[in-house]
């Protein structure tokens, strides 16, 4: 027979059990979509006619841009499409705090920034940076600027992982454009 104190260190331990289950991380529980690909082409580049370029970086190509960037490389495989006016539209991805951010980019013929549009974010906190006024600062940008969080762009409380994975993404990307696909 069981004694009272027995029954309660049993009780005790499934409260426990049960507490950490609901405690244990659970997939995406949050995610928003703001637009598709099809739609991203067309805030960003309007009616510009464009073209899919496959494109595998080399090892030398990325190696080229880490060093130029100072930012990994994570994918050698990158979702471009050429306009006819030689400007570059690209999905790409970047880490937020836990969850991947999907994020389009418009570069110009000269590898500036036209623009950018956040696609799907996940995470549940930080999402200003979506906001166009946030997206605004990296107009114009370049890979002649050496772009950093609290100078050039402005930081989001809350969002400070999602603010800088962006900018380095973006950072990454002008290097693309000027390591690769200015040469195509």
């Known amino acids: 027979m069981m004694s009272g104190i027995n029954k309660v260190k049993k009780f005790f331990i499934k409260v426990v059990a049960f507490i950490g289950l609901a405690l244990l991380p659970v997939g995406h529980l949050y995610a928003e979509v703001f637009m598709n690909t099809?739609?991203?082409?067309?805030?960003?580049?309007?009616?510009?006619?464009?073209?899919?370029?496959?494109?595998?970086?080399?090892?030398?190509?990325?190696?080229?841009?880490?060093?130029?960037?100072?930012?990994?490389?994570?994918?050698?495989?990158?979702?471009?499409w050429k306009t006819e006016t030689g400007g570059w539209f690209i999905i790409d991805q970047v880490v937020g705090k836990h969850e991947m951010i999907d994020l389009a980019v418009a570069l110009t013929n000269e590898g500036k920034v036209k623009g950018i549009e956040v696609l799907q974010y996940r995470e549940a906190y930080g999402s200003g940076v979506k906001h166009p006024k946030w997206l605004a600062q990296f107009l114009?940008?370049?890979h002649t600027e050496h772009l950093q969080l609290g100078n050039q762009i402005h930081n989001l409380s809350g969002g400070t992982l999602s603010s800088r994975h962006i900018m380095e993404g973006v950072t990454r990307l002008v290097h693309t454009w000027n390591q690769v696909l200015r040469h195509l």
Not at 61 to 70: L, P, V
């Open 38 to 80: 099809e739609q991203a082409k067309e805030v960003l580049w309007q009616a510009t006619a464009m073209s899919p370029v496959a494109l595998v970086l080399t090892n030398d190509q990325m190696d080229a841009i880490e060093d130029a960037s100072g930012i990994w490389v994570g994918n050698e495989n990158l979702k471009a």
């Open 140 to 142: 114009g940008k370049d």
